[in-house]
């Protein structure tokens, strides 16, 4: 069986998923699409084909008979309705972070799956889905550093868009982070704090950059996490876990070292889509082959929630400046794997 998917969005992240889907993997096609930008949704299907169908809202394509499951990858503050409008047609849906832009949003969604009996979302976390942090894992979960008692991370952007603000370091950038440290980790969060290291000149105005992210787990764990979006460089992510008799690091992508004019260098990304290509591909055929076999096994909406309730706590550290207590309700039965 083919799964039929519509797609609600065809910005930047939609028609990269859309291209995935229509050339690159199996066990599904794309059969409606819809975008408040008229001539986004011309692009798509002037570039994959006339089958698709235009629809002029989400919450009609969601409806639509011939659409068996959702992308929703739309504006952030319209995944909730979208989101809950799958879950009430009994549709799987993958939604692009954030599940809900915030987390009382978040606890509806869980709500409403976990009253229709089955798992049908799975939210847009690719880190689980990526090599190195899968092989990172394994090095822990294997004992060969001991337990761990620190995690020092970075993410590192060349320059952001106009736009973007202070609290967006927490909810568009470090939520990368909260989700895949609890994955990484098998742990949750207690407390969180932000302090502000001396500011870069290439920032604009408005924005504090870079912060530092100091989050203590419920096991003690101690992880800090810099996050500089304007470092110039390039597209960096780097995570380091100190274990009690070893250190395990995320590898850096695979890149050709150059030996050229006196000089001896790796090239570093400058993009992030890039960076986590292949880790697009495996988080979207898994939701793919999860629905076709009934299963999903992805990040499920009680993360999107978890990491919502840690953003939220980071977004009040940036303006208190203290340390922010968390208080982690524990997983539902019904999302224990």
């Known amino acids: 069986m083919t799964l039929q998917i519509g797609v609600i969005g065809c910005g930047a992240i939609g028609q990269d998923h859309i291209r995935r889907m229509c050339q690159t993997l199996s066990g599904a096609r794309v059969v409606a699409v819809t975008d408040i930008d ?17 629809f002029d809202s989400g919450p009609a394509l969601v409806a639509a008979p011939q659409v068996q499951a959702v992308l929703v990858t739309s504006w952030g503050p319209t995944h909730e309705e979208l989101v809950l409008a799958a879950i009430a047609q009994g549709k799987p849906v993958f ?23 089955q798992r049908l979302v799975q939210v847009g976390f690719m880190r689980p889905y990526d090599a190195g942090y899968r092989a990172l894992r394994q090095v822990i979960a294997s004992g060969q550093i001991g337990a761990p008692l620190m995690v ?6 060349p320059c952001v868009a106009d736009g973007y603000t202070t ?34 000149r290439h920032a604009l105005p408005h924005l504090a950059d870079p912060q530092i992210v100091l989050l203590e787990t419920v096991g003690g764990i101690r992880i800090d996490v810099e996050v500089f979006v304007n470092c110039r460089y390039g597209y960096d992510i780097q995570c380091e876990v100190v274990g009690e008799t070893g250190i395990a690091r995320l590898p850096d992508p695979a890149a050709v070292s150059l030996k050229s004019t006196a000089m001896y260098s790796i090239p570093i990304l400058t993009d992030w889509k ?5 880790a697009y591909d495996v988080e979207l055929q898994a939701f793919i082959d999860g629905v076709r076999g009934q299963r ?9 929630h978890a990491a919502a309730v840690a953003a939220d706590a980071c977004v009040l550290a940036q303006s208190s400046g203290a340390v922010e207590r968390m208080a982690a309700a524990p997983r539902p039965a019904f999302y224990q794997s």
């Open 38 to 54: 008229a001539q986004q949704v011309r692009e798509v299907m002037a570039r994959h084909g006339p089958d698709i169908e235009a």
């Open 95 to 117: 939604c692009e972070k954030p599940l809900a832009v915030t987390a009382a949003g978040c606890l509806r969604i869980v709500q409403a799956e976990m009253a229709h009996g």
């Open 152 to 157: 020092h991370c970075a993410h590192r952007n």
């Open 167 to 200: 609290g967006m370091a927490i909810t568009d950038t470090l939520i990368h982070e909260l989700d895949v440290l609890r994955w990484l980790l098998d742990d949750e969060y207690a407390s969180a704090q932000v302090v502000y290291p001396k500011r870069t």
């Open 274 to 278: 890039q960076r986590f290509m292949a």
């Open 296 to 304: 999903l096994t992805g990040p499920s909406a009680w993360d999107g």
